[in-house]
């Protein structure tokens, strides 16, 4: 069946909608997680430990002859697919799917305000806090996720500590429970750890003979020359050395990681104080320094009002010479990639990656996101979801990080037919299985477990060479985390609106200091007002008594 019944979730009048929303209290905002692990929860039904999830599945089965019976919400609405009926037979479980997809936002809002409750629900733009505290969602035993799997969690210990098993298992362990109570299976992915990359047009730097910089003084002297000494040799004055924005993520770069200061970010140190970046005089600093950089018309001066796709079409139309972007959009296996538009429009152009800039210490940094395994795809139960289909779930998603051939087969079908292996030994997928009624048919058991795959399978098997390398250039070096460099817990409906209007004057100010509209020497201290009176210290205060680094 295609995803067409989602939308059956919408066709309630809006103020009923909005009536029940309000009840109910699901919307995006975020994970939820907001304290560590109890150390005393335990289950009366838990199964006895087992070294191995498949030993844990065939015991589990041998108990029960008929199918467990699971209500899930999964990553969209098809059934009856190949790998369900394959999944339902190796498991002993018969799915039913709910008709919502876990990736439409409105859709699982209303799906969970209207009163349903599945078993299983693959956790996307919800609040789990709330979930939770309103009886919706169930917990389970801590102990279960390296019970039935094991394989799965050293997977998911690697990503979060970034190599290290023990700092990524506490992380993890830090993000996955709500008020002492487990209540995430958690998932990541490394694409999620692969920090922005800086990019300069080479054939640019060729016609100016110049060379690829390596701190900001020198990006500031190509810049200028980008701008001014017609790098496209196209006779007019209509280029700029960089952009400057895209999204949150982007801005600067290299520029502001090199000085461990991203704007409007929330930093714990080790005693637990948390500092707000962009009340901080190295805001003032860094603001200054753009400010001069706007004022010398060396980048694009709409760059504080434009979106991302309006950056993009400009990259297309090689109006600047310098991009910060994340790896995955580099590479020119993906679809819409910035690489590739540039090139479809200039056969001439040539990109060249340039190395962090390194700070006072010689460190070098890409700003990337702090870990977080919960917001993105992680699993909840439903209040009544019995332990048995907890067990079952976990076994599954254990053996899709464990066995390759498994993976493989029902994720990508049939070698030669499904897909194909290119020069490098990389999966490529054909066009037909690619297709929506492909999805409907055969489905994938990214649908059912939608895990981030083990870092080597991905680097080596999955992804193409070329986007493999930039993820292994990416992380090759120190991540600065952008936004906050701790787990946020969740606010209470009043100190959330005050971060949101704390937010709001911080934007506000880092487009009027850069554009000149705010001068930075004599508006700096009614500037900390306004973050006052917004209530920025009533945020910061809740954020040091409930975030967990």
């Not at 299976?185 to 054939?203: E, F, I, K, Y």
């Not at 020069?423 to 649908?447: C, P, W």
Request: proline share 4%.
């Amino acid at each position: 069946m295609k995803r067409t019944h989602s939308k059956l979730w919408k066709a309630i009048p809006i103020l009923l909608i909005m009536s029940l929303l309000l009840t109910v209290l699901v919307g995006c905002a975020g994970s939820g997680a907001s304290s560590a692990v109890s150390s005393s929860q335990s289950s009366s039904s838990a199964a006895s430990s087992s070294t191995s999830s498949s030993s844990a599945a065939s015991s589990s089965s041998a108990a029960s002859a008929e199918p467990l019976p699971i209500k899930i919400v999964k990553m969209n609405t098809y059934e009856n697919t190949e790998v369900q009926k394959v999944l339902e037979e190796k498991y002993n479980v018969k799915f039913t799917i709910e008709q919502v997809a876990a990736d439409d936002t409105d859709a699982m809002n209303l799906y969970w305000a209207t009163g349903n409750i599945p078993d299983v629900c693959v956790f996307r733009n919800l609040d789990g806090a709330s979930l939770f505290r309103q009886g919706l969602i169930r917990s389970f035993p801590v102990e279960w996720l390296e019970q039935y799997a094991p394989d799965y969690m050293k997977t998911i210990y690697d990503f979060m500590g970034n190599g290290d098993q023990a700092l990524g298992k506490k992380m993890t362990l830090s993000q996955i429970a709500v008020d002492g109570k487990v209540i995430f299976v958690p998932r990541d992915s490394l694409t999620n750890h692969v920090g922005m990359l800086m990019c300069a047009r080479q054939d640019w730097l060729d016609n100016l003979k110049l060379s690829l910089p390596t701190t900001t003084e020198e990006l500031h002297s190509v810049m200028t020359a980008f701008t001014k000494d017609d790098p496209d040799g196209d006779g007019a004055a209509d280029t700029y050395g960089m952009h400057g924005s895209g999204s949150r993520s982007m801005r600067f770069g290299y520029v502001y990681a090199s000085q461990q200061w991203w704007p409007a970010s929330y930093y714990m140190d080790d005693s637990g104080k948390v500092t707000y970046s962009s009340a901080t005089d190295k805001c003032k600093e860094m603001l200054t320094l753009i400010r001069s950089w706007y004022e010398e018309g060396i980048v694009d001066p709409e760059f504080i009002t434009d979106n991302r796709q309006l950056q993009r079409d400009k990259w297309a139309q090689g109006k600047f010479g310098i991009l910060v972007d994340h790896p995955w959009w580099f590479a020119l296996n993906t679809p819409g990639n910035v690489q590739s538009m540039l090139l479809d429009a200039d056969s001439k152009a040539k990109l060249t990656f340039m190395e962090p800039f390194a700070d006072s210490t010689g460190t070098r940094y890409v700003n990337t996101w702090y870990p977080d395994c919960v917001s993105d795809a992680s699993l909840v139960f439903g209040k009544d979801c019995p332990d048995e289909a907890i067990q079952k779930m976990l076994t599954i998603w254990n053996d899709a990080a464990s066995d390759w051939d498994f993976y493989l087969k029902y994720s990508y079908g049939t070698e030669g037919k499904d897909y194909t292996l290119d020069a490098d030994g990389r999966i490529v997928k054909s066009e037909a299985s690619q297709s929506d009624e492909y999805a409907a048919s055969f489905g994938g058991l990214y649908d059912f477990a939608p895990i981030g795959t083990p870092r080597d399978w991905y680097l080596e098997k999955i992804c193409p060479k070329v986007e493999g390398d930039l993820y292994s250039y990416s992380l090759s070096y120190k991540p600065f985390y952008m936004n906050n460099n701790f787990v946020l817990p969740t606010l209470d409906t009043a100190t959330a609106q005050k971060a949101a209007d704390v937010q709001t004057v911080a934007d506000e100010y880092y487009a009027s200091a850069i554009s000149g509209e705010t001068n930075l020497t004599t508006d700096w201290d009614a500037y900390l007002a306004k973050l006052d009176a917004a209530g920025l210290k009533d945020v910061i205060a809740a954020y040091e008594a409930g975030g967990v680094k």
